[in-house]
Nanobody
Framework: QVHLVESGGGLVQAGGSLRLSCAASRSIFSINAMGWYRQAPGKQRELVATITSGGSTSYADSVKGRFTISRDNAKNTVYLQMNSLKPEDTAVYYC??????????WGQGTQVTVSS
């Protein structure tokens, strides 16, 4: 298990950028996959991006070409670079550590608000 703390959220105008960080309490080197999810008011939580222990990435169609997920194993941190932000990106963003059959851990979330 691992404790996750997100940071970097805030208020930004449409077209702007933000970088979210997810700091883990221990090494993330061997964690199966790390991911970012988001939940907008009145909507279900949805997957935004994932990165495996081998470095493979995947993205939701709605963010492809605009968001980039990366990991720094030396710093036990996962990042989400968000460019060309749109009002529909407004949500609470959550970091997730997926341990396979052992389950997963979630951070407390960080609010991202994009104004038009």
């Amino acid at each position: 298990q691992v404790h996750l703390v997100e940071s970097g959220g805030g208020l930004v105008q449409a077209g702007g950028s933000l970088r979210l960080s997810c700091a883990a309490s221990r090494s993330i080197f061997s964690i199966n996959a790390m991911g970012w999810y988001r939940q907008a008011p009145g909507k279900q939580r949805e997957l935004v991006a994932t990165i495996t222990s081998g470095g493979s990435t995947s993205y939701a169609d709605s963010v492809k070409g605009r968001f980039t997920i990366s990991r720094d194993n030396a710093k036990n941190t996962v990042y989400l670079q968000m460019n060309s932000l749109k009002p529909e990106d407004t949500a609470v963003y959550y970091c997730n550590a997926y341990h396979g059959w052992l389950g997963s851990n979630w951070g407390q979330g960080t609010q991202v608000t994009v104004s038009s």
